[in-house]
């Protein structure tokens, strides 16, 4: 059996100091916005949730363990993945532009003590920026996930900076960041027990 490629290495080694590096950095940071969804979901709200190519489907995953479960049977969360729907998107890049995605969605759906939750692994993305700013405006909290390259200042009332600027190692935090808070919301809402 041949040695593992140096490159395949380095990428574990990259992907192991991301980890580190985030855990050291983004652990208060995970912990308060998780207390964000908890109050946000125990009062009735919704998250609305967004981002573009691997963001959106992680929106989507994020979601789907809401709505469906993590690791415990629970009632299901209230959650809805913006960009899920392939009618409404490109209804909506067709007739306003594709920077216009998230916000006329989240206009459409935001109500009082709802949470928007945007993934940009850049922080620069004009509609997830669009979609946060309409949350702010629409009065309802938001969170940003997003990358150490970005803005520094974004329309969230949370911003999550994963350390680093390499788009996979940032989606692969994001990643473990959307399963700690449904960690944390499986310990809140969870009531029997189906896994060990």
């Known amino acids: 059996m041949n040695e593992p490629a140096d490159n395949i290495l380095a990428q574990f080694d990259a992907h192991v100091e991301t980890m580190r590096l985030s855990r050291d950095e983004l652990a208060d940071q995970i912990q308060s916005t998780g207390e964000v969804l908890i109050r946000c979901l125990s009062s009735g709200g919704k998250i609305l949730a967004f981002g573009n190519g691997g963001s959106a489907t992680q929106a989507d995953h994020f979601v789907g363990e809401l709505v469906g479960r993590f690791q415990f049977t629970r009632r299901p969360l209230a959650a809805v993945s913006l960009p899920a729907s392939p009618g409404m998107v490109t209804c909506i890049a067709n007739d306003f532009g594709f920077a216009e995605l998230f916000a006329r969605q989240v206009e459409a759906l935001a109500r009082p003590g709802d949470v928007a939750v945007g993934l940009t692994t850049s922080g620069q993305s004009e509609n997830v ?68």
Do not use: M, N
């Not at 935090?173 to 700690?180: F, G, K």
């Open 129 to 196: 920026l669009r979609g946060l700013a309409a949350a702010r405006k629409a009065g309802i909290g938001s969170i940003a996930l997003t990358g150490g390259g970005g803005l520094t200042s974004l329309p969230a009332d949370y911003q999550i900076r994963v350390p680093s600027t390499s788009t996979a190692r940032i989606q692969e935090v994001h990643l473990l960041i959307i399963h700690i808070w449904c960690t944390l919301l499986d310990q809140t809402f969870a009531k029997t027990a189906t896994d060990p």
